[in-house]
């Protein structure tokens, strides 16, 4: 058995373990607490019945409370990194540390469900809204250095899905760096090509500008090697939020990604 099927066979047994269906990390955007989010736990399923919580584990991690935004005159608040440039354009300052910090906080979250409550990555979707949104762009698309037990896990995870709400792509040229071979860790079955994406936007964002959507698809599809077919990309008549039509097509996407899906999985497993 090669190591991609007994991975995906492991990944089976412990989906089968769980009381859960899949899991659904949802990252809030700057300024903003969990509880922002949190009526995904009950909102989602209204839409698609099975997102309810007896099947679906809901986690909304906290931004730490004291990052100084460069923007705000240095000013402290909720905040996944430090932003430089006003408003969030293509080209703008990345703080690295920042995200790495927040990719970390992540992982630790992924590494829960996986030990704890038994969900296998490829049954979690990791998503947010703005700075959440570009947090959760790069810990699915990014390097992934996984750390657990002390140890540096370079194996790259293939995750249910990735949502970005108003987001965008951080560290791209790291990105495409890690996905088109110019890097050692990077093999010719990198998973992280295959989760697919829902990336919704406005297209009046005056905060995150609309452009960051058509550049970040762009990269990850035509740089990094995301195929086309694995992204639902949506535009609304709005500015930075979310509106009732954005919600339906997010729930429509959770419920494929996490159901839908299943059955083609169990039946790859059974052929191992």
């Known amino acids: 058995m090669s190591t991609t099927a007994n991975a995906a066979a492991k990944a089976a047994a412990s989906s089968s373990s769980s009381k859960y269906n899949g899991a659904l990390i949802f990252l809030h955007g700057l300024g903003d607490t969990p509880s922002g989010w949190s009526h995904l736990q009950n909102s989602l399923q209204v839409i698609k019945p099975r997102l309810n919580s007896n099947s679906i584990k809901y986690v909304f991690p906290p931004a730490p409370i004291d990052q100084s935004i460069t923007i705000n005159g240095g000013a402290t608040m909720p905040g996944w990194f430090d932003l430089y440039d006003w408003p969030i354009g293509v080209g703008s300052k990345d703080d690295r540390p920042g995200l790495m910090r927040s990719i970390k906080q992540i ?107 058509q550049f970040g698809i762009e990269a990850l599809t035509n740089e990094f090697g995301l195929s086309y077919d694995k992204i639902t990309s949506t535009q609304y008549p709005m500015g930075h939020e979310s509106c009732s039509q954005e919600m339906n097509h997010l729930a429509e996407f959770l419920d494929t990604v996490l159901f839908d899906n299943e059955e083609e999985n169990k039946n790859k497993s059974s052929e191992l």
């Open 107 to 213: 992982q630790t979250e992924v590494n829960k469900l996986i030990n704890v409550d038994n969900i296998p990555a490829n049954k979690i979707v990791i998503g947010g809204f703005s700075q959440g949104g570009a947090v959760a762009l790069l810990a699915c698309y990014g390097k992934n250095d996984n750390e657990e037990d002390g140890k540096m896990q370079m194996q790259p995870r293939k995750f249910a899905g990735c949502v970005g709400l108003s987001a965008w792509l951080t560290l791209p040229k790291e990105v495409i760096e890690s996905g088109n071979g110019s890097t050692k860790e990077v093999n010719n079955d990198d998973v992280r090509k295959s989760i697919p994406l829902f990336w919704g936007h406005g297209t009046y964002d005056d905060k995150v500008l609309f452009e960051q959507q």
